[in-house]
């Protein structure tokens, strides 16, 4: 009978013991896959935000329509530039308002000056946009220029704090997984302590006994790694349905799920700290 075989014998008589077993190494994993999840949406949005090439130039109140025009064609022939839209100060009022919010509508309508919108191609240097940036700033009928460069470096810090908070959780879950399947492990080989006493006697190694627990450990590190997998899909997916259209136009994309390479990473490791778990605690309970 070979390793798998009886490793399927086995988690078939205690499969009420594994079953708890993989739903702990579950909720272990869902808490790691959350926060990689976030992280990889948070450098999606860096990396989009980066390259994305956007500028706001918001002009003073007592800015003449002719100097806007002339701003604008200045701004339109410079290079990497694809895009010049102007946004009069009643189209900014309206799009605000359009949202109805209350308390903005009370505010005066020098809170919403005009402004051009620039668009700028995604293969543009960021020193070039803000050598841009500066240029029109100097202008005396511009008010301030938003390149959003200030977003995107504390995006960065963001992703920088959530990738540490995923290696310290990853810790967390490798010590969570050891400590579920070793003692799932150890109590399963209680239960079998008859047939293993009989394998030893008629001459079974301990590698030979050992084998089926360390599949089934490694088999409960997976499944659970999955399942987590899956949990996390269905959350995702229910977030996503809900998710406001405006929130993705103003962020610049759509969220998105675990890369496959990562899910497999997941699993594989899953199934490898439920391997080695298996393997450290039978080390010293397979002497009789």
């Known amino acids: 009978m070979t390793s798998l075989q009886r490793a399927w014998r086995g988690g078939k008589n205690d499969w009420r013991l594994h079953l708890l077993s993989i ?26 935000w980066a390259r994305a090439g956007r500028a706001s130039v918001y002009f003073r109140v007592e800015t003449t329509q002719a100097q806007v025009r002339a701003i604008e064609d200045a701004v339109r022939a410079a290079p990497g530039v694809t895009d010049v839209r102007f946004v009069s100060s009643d189209e900014a009022r309206r799009e605000v308002l359009g949202r109805g919010d209350r308390v903005l509508a009370d505010l005066p309508s020098a809170a919403f000056p005009a402004s051009l919108e620039v668009m700028v191609d995604e ?60 003692s799932t492990i150890r109590l399963a080989l209680q239960r079998r302590r008859i047939e293993v006493e009989v394998l030893k006697l008629v001459g079974a190694t301990d590698s030979y006994v050992r084998r089926p627990f360390v599949v089934e450990g490694a088999a409960q590190g997976g499944i659970g790694a999955f399942l987590a997998l899956v949990i996390l899909a269905v959350l995702y997916g229910i977030v996503r349905q809900n998710l406001s259209g405006e929130l993705t136009t103003l962020v610049g994309m759509q969220p998105v799920f675990l890369p496959w390479t990562f899910m497999l990473a997941m699993v594989t490791l899953g199934s490898a700290l439920g391997a080695v778990a298996a393997w450290g605690s039978l080390r010293k309970l397979l002497v009789v």
Do not use: H, I
């Not at 272990?28 to 949005?45: C, E, K, M, W």
């Open 123 to 182: 293969g543009t240097e960021g020193g070039k946009l803000e050598s841009l940036a500066s240029r029109v700033q100097a202008l005396p009928q511009v008010e301030s220029v938003e390149t959003y460069q200030d977003w995107t470096q504390r995006l960065a810090s963001v992703l920088s704090g959530g990738v540490t908070a995923s290696l310290v959780l990853a810790f967390v879950v490798l010590g969570a997984v050891v400590s579920v399947v070793a």
């Open 23 to 48: 739903f702990s190494v579950a909720v272990a994993f869902v808490t790691l896959a959350s926060a990689l999840l976030v992280v990889v949406n948070v450098d999606g949005l860096r990396d989009r």
